[in-house]
């Protein structure tokens, strides 16, 4: 495996190349840390943005494979309440008044190591702040971890350490998309166990038991839900591959499903809690000062 730092006129578009005869992936490190290439045998599995400008007009509206925290998915008016304060996160969904999807996704992430072996290439980029987030005035230092292996199969870890001297609540996610052919022909298996209704601000406001099958074909059904799972695991059939995203936490995993109007790819979305959780304390986590918090992300993937 190698791995080579490739420069651009414009620094958000500068990208991590992890490849070998076979795999082919790219890091970009200006754009929150994330993987917008993932490659085998020349098939795209991971569906990123172009390499361009239009490429980055396309990250600002569809946090593609975008890196999810402090928290995923929204927050209701991006506001919320915590030990007796009220805070204020940038409304980035204006036209339904909510914060989307945290505030690192657009932070510039410093390699701070990396290696290589025959079987797999490794590289960690770190991100710290000092607690000027807006809406977020917390110190905090969140690590990402990725493992390539010559095969292709992808290990991201998170690694978050509360650097402050106050507790604060979290949440991590991913946001990748995965191409696909033919949507409608698509085979999706996750052991839901609730879903959750949501308002027309997609902010969930009724929790039911899921009456999704474990395994179902797409076939003409459209998301933008999410789930409680009884086992972090999803799998997705496509035309020409099978993939497997195993998502270990040590408390509940949630999932987030969204398939876009064009339907060329489909959003498969781990999550350690909810939309708006916040607010409703679904799902809600606190760190406390020192202490860490660990999550572990596999992507297998078998070419048919």
Known sequence: MHIEQVADSNKLLEYIHIKNEKVSAKIYPNLGGSLQELMINGLR????????????????????????????????????????????????EKPLNNALHGLVYNKQFELISSETTDSSASVVLAYSSIGKEPGFPFPFELLLSYQISHKGDVALTFDVENTGDSSFPMGMGWHPYFAVNNLENCQLTFPSRDFYKCNNRN????????????????????FDDAYSLDKAICQLSAENYNLELKFDYHEDTYLQVYTPPH??????????????????????????????????????????
């Open 263 to 304: 339907r060329k790819n489909i959003a498969i979305e781990p999550m350690t809690t909810i939309a708006n959780s916040f607010n409703h304390k679904i799902g809600f986590k606190e760190l406390f000062p020192g202490k860490k918090d660990h999550w572990a992300i596999k992507l297998n993937i078998s070419l048919l």
């Open 203 to 222: 902010l969930p406001v009724q929790t039911v038991k899921s009456g999704l099958s474990k395994s179902f074909k797409m076939d003409g059904k459209t």
């Open 45 to 92: 599995i991971i569906d990123g943005i172009s390499h361009d400008s239009e490429g980055l007009l396309d990250y600002q509206s569809t946090y593609r494979s975008s890196i999810l925290f402090p928290f995923p998915n929204r927050i209701e008016d991006g506001a919320y309440d915590y030990l007796g304060e009220s805070y204020q996160f940038p409304v980035n």
